[in-house]
């Protein structure tokens, strides 16, 4: 675990600091690998039950490898209604995946969360980490074309 040590040393190896750490890990690895999960319960003496449900919480959290560019749809109410279905379908035929899933070239994952908190300027699609408010499917192309 030479590869995640500095991580857990820089945060003095306290419990308290789990989420930094788990962010720090995702991070190098772009997910949370299951070994790294077990070493830091073993490390901080945190039950794993406990870090896999901060892992599954937090919608910046992966347990599964992802692309290089994350791309999350909200599928909350107010953007349901101004079309976030219609993106999120547009976003599965360009790629080939469904939501939870990564493109075989590991460029992309698609994945969809309920409600952002900025629902008056939905819809929104996060791209990287930007939130980009009125979406529209014209968009789609400009994004997949590394534009946003
Ligand atoms: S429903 Fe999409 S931000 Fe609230």
Redesign the pocket.
Known sequence: MKRVENIFLRYKYQKDNIIPILQNIQKQFNFLPTEVLKYASQRLKIPLSKIYSLATFYTTFSLKPRGKHLITI???????VRG?TAILNEFERKLSIKPGATTKDMNYSLET???????A????VVYDGKYIGEFKLKDIGRILKGRA
Not at 74 to 80: N, Q, S
Not at 113 to 119: A, E, F, I, Q
Not at 121 to 124: E, K, Q, T, V
Request: net charge neutral.
């Open positions: 909200c599928m909350g109410t107010a953007c349901h976030s969360v309920n409600c952002l908190g900025c629902c300027i939905g819809p929104i």
